[in-house]
């Protein structure tokens, strides 16, 4: 029961940026967006969240569509160890759905050096 | 301060036997919260802890439960074990206090590996 849609995967370039994008047409006033990473053979780790504005933290941004259907996750330098499984989840306040995450299949980043 | 731990790391069943697997949550963290990643998917919502009560259940039948304890650690028991059942079995805790659910960060242990055979 997914809400999101991503690519399968995505490659890239050690040093360069990459644009991770995410689809979520259903979304609902509330719902925050969050991005999660999933590095080979360890948990899966938090990245950022947003509600409507942009967001930046040490590890990357999220943009936000102006109608918030779609969200981009940009890593502005990739390097070798960003090479992970990415997943974009909603999340609300709802004790029916609000309390859990719902992953998808996520994008695979590969990263070349 | 201490990260999420499991344990074990790697556990191998046969088939109709039963397990436990075991979950320390970070310090000052009171919710834990269970899932299941088979090969190849992303991780699946088992249950929630908060403060020693359930507090919500994915789409898994009445052999897998759990248990969450005084200092918040957890255990997760999964009885007649089916071959479907290996996966990676993942621990997440998180700091549930006065922020929202929608806001709210889980932070997930590395996981036990189950292989049934």
């Known amino acids: 029961d997914a809400k999101t849609t991503q690519p399968n995967s995505m490659e890239s370039n050690e040093e360069e940026p990459v644009h991770l994008p995410c689809n979520h047409s259903t979304i609902s006033g509330t719902d925050y967006i969050h991005w999660y990473r999933q590095l080979p053979s360890q948990g899966p780790e938090y990245v950022i969240h947003?509600?409507?504005s942009n967001v930046n933290n040490r590890m990357a941004s999220l943009a936000i569509a102006e109608d918030r259907k779609s969200s981009t996750l940009i890593l502005h330098r990739a390097t070798l160890r960003d090479a992970a499984v990415y997943y974009c989840i909603l999340r609300d306040n709802s004790l029916e759905y609000g309390n859990k995450l719902v992953f998808g299949a996520g994008t695979i980043l590969r990263v070349k050096s | 301060e201490t990260g999420v731990t499991q344990s074990p790391t790697h556990l191998i069943k046969t088939r109709g036997q039963q397990v436990t697997l075991r979950c320390s949550s970070q310090?000052?963290?009171?919710?834990v919260s269970w899932y299941q990643q088979a090969l190849g998917q992303g991780p699946q919502f088992i249950f929630q802890?908060?403060?020693?009560?359930?507090?919500g259940r994915g789409n898994f039948p009445p052999r897998f439960s759990g248990l969450q304890f005084p200092n918040y650690s957890s255990e997760l028991n999964v009885n007649a074990l089916e071959l479907d059942d290996s996966a990676l079995y993942l621990c997440a805790s998180s700091p549930r206090g006065t922020a929202q659910f929608a806001q709210e960060t889980q932070y997930f242990g590395p996981g036990t590996r189950l292989l049934v055979l």
């Open positions: 802890y908060y403060r020693e009560e359930e507090n």
């Open positions: 310090s000052g963290h009171n919710t």
């Open positions: 947003g509600l409507t």
